[in-house]
T-cell receptor, first 112, second 113 residues
Framework: DTGVSQDPRHKITKRGQNVTFRCDPI?????LYWYRQTLGQGPEFLTY????????KSRLLSDRFSAERPKGSFSTLEIQRTEQGDSAMYLC??????????FGPGTRLTVT | KQEVTQIPAALSVPEGENLVLNCSFT??????LQWFRQDPGKGLTSLLL?????REQTSGRLNASLDKSSGRSTLYIAASQPGDSATYLC????????????FGDGTTLTVKP
């Protein structure tokens, strides 16, 4: 068990470009969560999966955002046509049903 | 809509002092509450999880309590050390055990040597 990993750790992109982030959860965890965090704020929920099913999406997740978890393993979060307001830390977490959430190190996105 | 508040936003104490961090939430229909610490620019590290049926949890120098009816949780840190300096966040999960957790904005703790 190596914990939750995220890739890349940092991403700088120009406005209008698409970006994709990857999260690898703890292997036996059936739940996977995505959050977004800006400076000085707590994480805001974006979406979560139970196995491969996406069960809830926040209204923060506009149509430019899409997340997948094929085969209930790793997950990807894609942002299309990035905007400066998308600059944030994107955090992934995983858990067993009803148990503690364990977070990855995050992906820092900067949109210039 | 669940709202989570952590007061104060920042706290500075001398090394060795015992301290309490506060977390309040507006909807008492929760499944569990989890405390985390976050170092600058890093992810969140889980400290303690309290299920809605529990009153407290302890881990080393940390003790977390939960009063669901009043919508409050506290994190007690005994004999604080400079290495405890970080931002402490609490998160509540609704009693549907849905995936969505609502976080407070955290308390930034500085322990001075």
């Amino acid at each position: 068990d190596t914990g939750v990993s995220q890739d890349p750790r940092h991403k700088i992109t120009k406005r209008g470009q698409n970006v994709t982030f990857r999260c690898d959860p703890i292997s036996e965890h059936n739940r996977l969560y995505w959050y977004r965090q800006t400076l000085g704020q707590g994480p805001e929920f974006l979406t979560y999966f139970q196995n491969e099913a996406q069960l809830e999406k926040s209204r923060l997740l506009s149509d430019r955002f899409s997340a997948e978890r094929p085969k209930g393993s790793f997950s990807t979060l894609e942002i299309q046509r990035t905007e400066q307001g998308d600059s944030a830390m994107y955090l992934c977490a995983s858990s067993e049903l009803g148990r503690e959430q364990y977070f990855g190190p995050g992906t820092r996105l900067t949109v210039t | 809509k669940q709202e989570v508040t952590q007061i104060p936003a920042a706290l500075s104490v001398p090394e060795g002092e015992n301290l309490v961090l506060n977390c309040s939430f507006t909807d008492s229909a929760i499944y569990n509450l989890q405390w985390f610490r976050q170092d600058p620019g890093k992810g969140l590290t889980s400290l303690l999880l309290i299920q809605s049926s529990q009153r407290e949890q302890t881990s080393g120098r940390l003790n977390a309590s939960l009063d669901k009816s009043s919508g409050r949780s506290t994190l007690y840190i005994a004999a604080s050390q400079p290495g405890d300096s970080a931002t402490y966040l609490c998160a509540v999960r609704p009693n549907t055990n849905a995936g969505k957790s609502t976080f407070g904005d955290g308390t930034t703790l500085t322990v001075k040597p």
